[in-house]
């Protein structure tokens, strides 16, 4: 029997994700071992394999057939827009995207201003922006602490995830609008989807049962 690739996002969701798999019998305890320089990790009693990637890249391996099934955020599917099927919202991982920036910087948004956005989601900025307000904006693409842009005159709002909140109210920052929720997703490649059909249902079956029953 052929092997199944499950590419998992390191970070924030991976153990998050590999406690879900559990739950419907999926395990893989080598992964969980930090210390451990492996990049990929077999389960012979039920065919699977496992490999964790840089958030970013995990649509990509499932575009391409390298990863059968993926786990990551509906932020980097969007940002990513890659040719996959997305089967399950996993219900973990959940914060909104959002245009934030001081309280002050409202104004710039009604008015269709050319204002300058701040993000690490430039696709997601721009299609917001573009096709969404039709205000032309210029996107500068950070990689992190995207707050620090309107609190050092880089821009005056940033598009970024929010989650408590507690970044933004720190730094004297608000949301200003909302663009989606996000939350973690399954994501299938499209031809392993009808070649693995069965096998690949059923994980979608007992994840669905085990997240819709109650559990
Ligand atoms: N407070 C949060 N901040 C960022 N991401 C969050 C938050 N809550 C949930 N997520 C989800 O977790 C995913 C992974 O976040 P994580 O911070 O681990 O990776 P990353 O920020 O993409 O990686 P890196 O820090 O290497 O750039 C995000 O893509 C998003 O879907
Ligand atoms: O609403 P909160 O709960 O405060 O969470 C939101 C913050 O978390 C993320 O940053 P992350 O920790 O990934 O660091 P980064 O700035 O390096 O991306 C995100 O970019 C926000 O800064």
């Given amino acids: 029997m052929r ?32 210390s451990s320089r492996k990049l990929i990790f077999v389960n012979d009693d039920l065919k699977l394999k496992f490999f964790l990637a840089k958030a970013n890249d995990v649509p990509t391996y499932v575009e391409y057939g390298a990863a059968d099934i993926g786990v990551v955020g509906k932020d980097t599917i969007l940002e990513e827009g890659r040719k ?20 002050s910087a409202d104004k ?27 205000q ?14 309107p609190i050092v005159g880089l821009a005056e ?21 909302e663009i989606c929720d996000i939350s973690a997703r399954m994501v299938v490649n499209e031809v392993s989807m009808k070649m693995e059909h069965e096998r690949i249902s059923k994980i979608i079956k007992d994840l669905k049962e085990y997240l819709h029953g109650g559990n």
């Fill in 3 to 34: 092997y199944i690739t499950i590419a998992l996002a390191k970070g924030r969701l991976a153990i998050k994700t590999l406690d879900l798999l559990e739950k419907i019998g999926i395990t893989c305890d080598e992964i969980r071992d930090k």
């Fill in 84 to 103: 996959m099927y997305e089967v399950l919202d996993l219900g973990f991982g959940k914060c909104r995207m959002c245009v934030a920036g001081p309280a």
């Fill in 108 to 134: 710039f948004l009604h008015h269709g201003e050319l204002i300058r956005v701040a993000t690490k989601y430039p696709n997601i900025a721009k299609d917001y922006f573009y096709n969404k307000k039709h």
């Fill in 136 to 149: 032309t904006v210029e996107i500068i693409k950070l990689n992190g602490s995207i707050e620090l842009a």
């Fill in 157 to 177: 709002v940033i598009v970024d995830i929010v989650e408590t909140g507690s970044t933004l109210r720190e730094n004297g920052l608000v949301v200003l609008e």
